[in-house]
């Protein structure tokens, strides 16, 4: 018996985790800002220092850029002060070695500030860090067995299509640029109340060796003017493109893009000619998935009908990150603001994925919401609140997942004083760690010092079939052979039996 091996390296195994950072800083109002009355809101974007993992240790530093506003006790109109918290964040993820690879995504989730005494504001950032861990596979198996008539050996051999997860490709992109604002558009002295961001690829094309990228980032700027009025929320959109060296990449593959974003800084300013201009710095890393397409052929199941065998199994897995089903939950929740609230004017909501472990069958999903509002005095709050939402799994998951959160149709109308009714459909979608799992045969040994006794089997044994079975499983339970059975009953190699059929079961005999 000859065994003809091959081997398969890919990234078979998919764990995912996530941590959350809190960070909290008093910040003095400087000596040049008047006395804080009351607390509009805060704002920030985070700077990502350094992210990195090497030796088995995920290390994350940086800072989170906040801007405070507040209102002043001799009048209405907003001051800001600003302030920079910083963090870090050191993991050993469990299991890594050098050949896994690592994807983590720094998001920041709120921004909040509250009034010590009048000269000392307190801030507080929650960070949320989602990880996905990629384990390296280096799969061998059998391709092919040759053997002599006389061993007696039944092989089965399958071919299946399947896709790899082949590579992962990361290239820093930076993103500076300025715009021109008119009109109605915020100025240098404006106060930004709250920033939003989104990278989006809109085409993306695949050369040897490299992965051409273009797409956009989309901005938002919620803000008011320096005499404490309401612009509004204005939308930007920069476009970007980029090129990813990655050997082995090629046009017949699948490539899919997602960013994660690790700088935010946005300016506004007078230019010479007196046109107010926005200019803004954007940094993220570009994560690439190249999928390949392939036919594994592989020796699926192996035994003798001559000579005891032993086999050793594997399993070909590729992880697809599949969603297995989107459930959509209206949400009504009530929100007390304080003062005397006259109208809503913005409102925005930042999703936070939540992780599912295994075999657990509820999902669940965290928004902060964001309200920007207007006293009767004229005067712009913000406000934020956290809400959790649950709904059951599709079904218990075999591996842990994480639970992808969205939301549509966001709305928000007051309800009397000093409450505000915030209403949106939360979209939670259950994504499962799976793949196109392939159990193959390693390895095997034919043990000709241990001979099967076949001398009292009778020629032909005739039954019904009590439950569905292959051809092969049968074949195999009555150490016969899968050809002779078929042939004998006039059916496929690879056709099943129905059950309650009449079967002819015939055996080879020395």
Known sequence: MEIIKNRLRHFGELVTDSDMIEENLVVIVPDTKPDALQIIGASAWLNIQEKSCSQGLLKITGQANCCVSYLAAEGKTPHTVTASIPFSFTKEPEGMTDDDQLLANVRLLNTAAAMVNPRK?????????????????????????????GEGICCQRGKKQMQILAAIAEKRIVVNDEIRLSGDAPNENSVILRKESQWVSEDVRILPNKIMIRGRIDMGLTTMNEQGGFIGKSKYSVPFSQIVECDGVFPEDEVGVSFAPSREEIELFTSADQVTTMTFSFAAVTECMIRKNMELAAVRDIYSTRWQMESDQTVIASPLEAACESVTLPVRESMMLEGSTERVLALSIQPEDGLIQKNETVMGAGFHVHLV??????????????????APCPHALPEAGWCQAAYADPTAELQGEGEAQICFDALLTCRENTGAPMRVVSDCRLNKNASKDTAQHPSLIVRTMEKEESVWELAKAYNTSPAILASANKLADEETVAAGRLVLIPFVHR
Do not use: H
């Open 121 to 149: 504001l307190a801030l507080r950032v929650q960070i949320q860090v989602f990880q996905r861990l990629f384990k390296c596979r280096s799969v061998e198996y059998a391709e092919e067995i040759r053997s002599d008539p």
């Open 373 to 390: 509002y207007a006293e009767t005095d004229g005067s712009i709050m913000t406000a934020s609140k956290k809400l959790y939402v649950e």
